[in-house]
Nanobody, 133 residues
Framework: EVQLVESGGGLVQTGGSLRLTCAAS????????IAWFRQAPGKEREGVAC????????DYADSVKGRFTISTDRDKATVYLQMDSLQPEDTAVYYC??????????????????????????WGQGTQVTVSS
């Protein structure tokens, strides 16, 4: 059974930093890409970043490029999202998601080649990030 457990959310002031952690289990980690999505109240879910350590795939949403960094520890089957220079508009519930790289490669062409826009099948419960102004 695929399990994704997020941690590291919290309350931070504008300009501050947080590091989110996604601990994965129940599947062959190297066969999957892991992504972070977020959803703010009243807004659609947004893809933030994704990574596949095995295939060296990294992608970021334009809204977080230069501020957020995604990384992975394959030995620990864990993915991190380092978030710096946080702004109030980053406030959201952040979700970890997983999908087979093979499936993403099949789906992404239907979404302008953007893996973050393609469907992801496995999701964590989410962690709240609140940035105060």
């Amino acid at each position: 059974e695929v399990q994704l457990v997020e941690s590291g959310g919290g309350l931070v002031q504008t300009g501050g930093s947080l590091r989110l952690t996604c601990a994965a289990s129940g599947f062959i980690f190297d066969d999957y890409a892991i992504a972070w999505f977020r959803q703010a109240p009243g807004k659609e879910r947004e893809g933030v970043a994704c990574i596949s350590g095995m295939y060296s795939i990294i992608d970021y949403a334009d809204s977080v490029k230069g501020r957020f960094t995604i990384s992975t520890d394959r030995d620990k089957a864990t993915v991190y999202l380092q978030m710096d220079s946080l702004q109030p508009e980053d406030t959201a519930v952040y979700y970890c998601a997983a999908e087979r790289v093979r499936k993403l490669a099949e789906r992404a062409p239907n979404y302008s080649g953007d893996p973050l826009a393609a469907p992801w099948d496995y999701w964590g419960q989410g962690t709240q990030v609140t940035v105060s102004s």
